[in-house]
């Protein structure tokens, strides 16, 4: 069946360092890949997405390529803030219904 | 706009008792999921709805759950007889359909807090 794995966390960064918090995933067909973001005490928000191969998902600063020669969708920013201190869950969504399949989430802290 | 809405935000009952998790998804999103996200394991999906009918009910951990959507729009999860392990965090999300039964992005409510004691 469909499945995500996450790199595990907790992820520790220093104010403007680079981040990759990598994701591989396992599917069948053409699957949409998200990236989505929960903030302390907040629900859960869609960061990104990609819906085919080679699209390239973006936002805040956030990147994702939809990598289908390695099942990779890995998330990236070129320097993070404090604010970025969060739970972050890479997910696919199949063909049909539009169920999502989680990974297990990586926690983000970024210290000043 | 409004966002997904659910409701109560936290519940604690005893074990035993029979919980009602309310979700108000975003007007028009004829889509609704249930996803539960618990300490042990991660975030799973529960159940889907297109419309009122659930073509996929296959994240239901036992018969002890079931949901319902009523007017294409508010759902509610029935816990009955609960246990200490269904405590968690309890999503609701909805969305679009596109064309082909294929979903557009699903938004996500607040949770409700489940805590059976």
């Known amino acids: 069946g469909n499945s995500v794995t996450q790199m595990e966390g907790p992820v520790t960064l220093s104010e403007e360092a680079f981040l990759t918090i990598n994701c591989t995933y396992t599917?069948?067909?053409?699957?949409?890949l998200f990236w989505y973001v929960q903030y302390p005490g907040e629900g859960l928000q869609l960061l990104l997405k990609a819906t085919k191969a080679d699209d390239k998902g973006s936002n805040k600063g956030f990147e994702a390529t939809y990598r289908k020669e390695t099942t990779s969708f890995h998330l990236e920013k070129g320097s993070v803030q404090v604010s970025d201190s969060a739970v972050y869950f890479c997910a696919l969504r199949g063909n049909q219904g539009g169920k999502l399949i989680f990974g297990q989430g990586t926690e983000l802290s970024v210290k000043p | 706009g409004a966002g997904v809405s659910q409701s109560p935000s936290n519940k604690v009952t005893e074990k035993g008792k029979d919980v009602e998790l309310r979700c108000d998804p975003i007007?028009?999103?004829?889509?609704l999921y249930w996803y539960r996200q618990s300490l042990g394991q991660g975030l799973e999906f529960l159940i889907y709805?297109?419309?009122?009918?659930?073509?996929?009910k296959s994240g239901l951990p036992s018969d002890r759950f079931s949901a319902e959507r009523t007017g294409g729009s508010v759902s509610t999860l029935t816990i009955q007889r609960t246990q200490q392990e269904d405590s968690a965090v309890y999503l609701c999300?909805?969305?679009?359909?596109?064309?082909?039964?294929?979903?557009?992005?699903?938004?996500f409510g607040p949770g409700t807090r489940l805590t059976v004691l």
């Open positions: 999300a909805s969305s679009f359909l596109l064309g082909g039964g294929r979903a557009d992005t699903q938004y």
């Open positions: 007007s028009g999103h004829t889509a």
């Open positions: 709805f297109q419309g009122n009918s659930a073509p996929d």
């Open positions: 599917a069948t067909g053409y699957p949409s």
